[in-house]
């Protein structure tokens, strides 16, 4: 920490813990005018608050406090001193205990970085008992589909399939296994009949998703009686967004590999039929993970605790 010739506090010098003690001595003791009281509200003994008092001086080489047996002022130094460094240490005070009341109960933003399935089938059901049962949180979920590195990007955490998620992050299981469906609009099916195998699919027109990072494009694969069995789609629609993939299978513009829980509303209403069920075998759950369990805000304890307890009901 700094000085000018005067003795005060250089605005751009940065303050040690035991220089911010010493600080904080002297300015009980000039509050409390006197020694004895300022230890006790301390909690050190006055032989070392003395001593303490005594480093300061002489790092500043001024006296800052008059003492004689029965009082004790600050110097006109000691008084410039206080009026400066008063509303410095009252301010940082004030910041520590508002960084300690978000420990108190959930209060801030949780930011959670997750794809649009994820968001729809994992979070979505459930945000709005979360949010009632804490009105001093706010929720920021931010789409994206590129498995980015989260945490890097300034996230308290991510969702994704388990086997997406980094070894190194602490995870969470959100929801069950699931399938994937391959599904198309009736109107689609009354031209092109229903592929009976994996291999039927280089007949008809398909809507695939591609990862705008990387440019590749999501695996059609399928469990086979022996082994995985990966096809080569002929794709007449590419996009970087489940929704739209979901619209045109809609649309009848061709078939489409989503998720079970996206397609089930439109498989029971008859707006969609799904092909290859017995192909499709179960692909690994939303997990959310996160960095370290280790001074973990509460915040964000909440969310993980919240949605833990609903995904297992």
Same mark, same amino acid.
């Given at each position: 920490m700094g000085y000018d010739q005067h003795g005060l506090l250089h605005s751009e010098t940065i303050m040690s813990p035991s220089e911010f003690g010493e600080l904080n001595a002297f300015l009980t003791v000039a509050q409390e005018r006197s020694f004895r009281r300022a230890a006790v509200r301390l909690k050190m003994s006055p032989s070392a608050l003395s001593r303490t008092i005594r480093s300061l001086e002489e790092r500043l080489g001024v006296r800052l406090l008059n003492r $004689? $047996? %029965?009082? *004790?002022?600050? $110097? =006109?130094? #000691?008084?410039?001193? %206080?009026? =400066?460094? =008063?509303?410095?240490v009252t301010g940082i005070?004030?910041? !520590? %205990? =508002?960084?300690g009341s978000y420990q108190e109960r959930p209060r801030g933003t949780v930011r959670v970085n997750l794809s649009r399935v994820?968001? $729809? *089938?994992?979070?979505m059901p459930r945000i709005a008992a979360y949010l009632s049962l804490h009105p001093d949180v706010r929720v920021d979920? !931010?789409?994206d589909n590129e498995l980015n590195d989260v945490i890097a990007k300034g996230f308290d955490a991510g969702i994704r399939i388990g086997d997406r998620v980094d070894r190194d992050m602490v995870a969470v299981r959100l929801t069950p296994d699931f %399938?994937?469906?391959?599904?198309?609009?009736? #109107?689609?099916f009354a031209?092109?009949?229903p592929p009976a195998t994996p291999r039927d699919l280089a007949g008809h027109r398909a809507l695939t998703y591609r990862w705008e990072a990387t440019g590749a494009l999501f695996p059609w694969t399928f469990h086979g009686p022996d082994e995985p069995i990966a096809v080569e789609v002929k794709d007449v629609l590419t996009v970087n967004d489940t929704d739209l993939l979901l619209s045109a299978a809609?649309? #009848?513009?061709?078939l489409a590999l989503l998720s079970e829980a996206v397609v089930e509303p439109h498989l029971t209403a008859g707006t969609l039929v799904r092909a290859l069920a017995e192909w499709c075998g179960p692909v690994s759950g939303f997990h959310l993970y996160y960095p370290s369990r280790t001074y973990m805000p509460l915040t964000l304890r909440s969310f993980i605790d919240f949605m833990k307890l609903k995904s297992s009901r």
């Amino acid at each position: 920490m700094g000085y000018d010739q005067h003795g005060l506090l250089h605005s751009e010098t940065i303050m040690s813990p035991s220089e911010f003690g010493e600080l904080n001595a002297f300015l009980t003791v000039a509050q409390e005018r006197s020694f004895r009281r300022a230890a006790v509200r301390l909690k050190m003994s006055p032989s070392a608050l003395s001593r303490t008092i005594r480093s300061l001086e002489e790092r500043l080489g001024v006296r800052l406090l008059n003492r $004689t $047996t %029965r009082s *004790v002022a600050p $110097t =006109q130094a #000691g008084q410039m001193l %206080r009026e =400066q460094v =008063q509303p410095l240490v009252t301010g940082i005070g004030d910041a !520590v %205990r =508002q960084v300690g009341s978000y420990q108190e109960r959930p209060r801030g933003t949780v930011r959670v970085n997750l794809s649009r399935v994820a968001a $729809t *089938v994992a979070i979505m059901p459930r945000i709005a008992a979360y949010l009632s049962l804490h009105p001093d949180v706010r929720v920021d979920l !931010v789409i994206d589909n590129e498995l980015n590195d989260v945490i890097a990007k300034g996230f308290d955490a991510g969702i994704r399939i388990g086997d997406r998620v980094d070894r190194d992050m602490v995870a969470v299981r959100l929801t069950p296994d699931f %399938r994937m469906a391959v599904v198309g609009a009736p #109107g689609y099916f009354a031209e092109h009949p229903p592929p009976a195998t994996p291999r039927d699919l280089a007949g008809h027109r398909a809507l695939t998703y591609r990862w705008e990072a990387t440019g590749a494009l999501f695996p059609w694969t399928f469990h086979g009686p022996d082994e995985p069995i990966a096809v080569e789609v002929k794709d007449v629609l590419t996009v970087n967004d489940t929704d739209l993939l979901l619209s045109a299978a809609l649309d #009848g513009v061709g078939l489409a590999l989503l998720s079970e829980a996206v397609v089930e509303p439109h498989l029971t209403a008859g707006t969609l039929v799904r092909a290859l069920a017995e192909w499709c075998g179960p692909v690994s759950g939303f997990h959310l993970y996160y960095p370290s369990r280790t001074y973990m805000p509460l915040t964000l304890r909440s969310f993980i605790d919240f949605m833990k307890l609903k995904s297992s009901r």
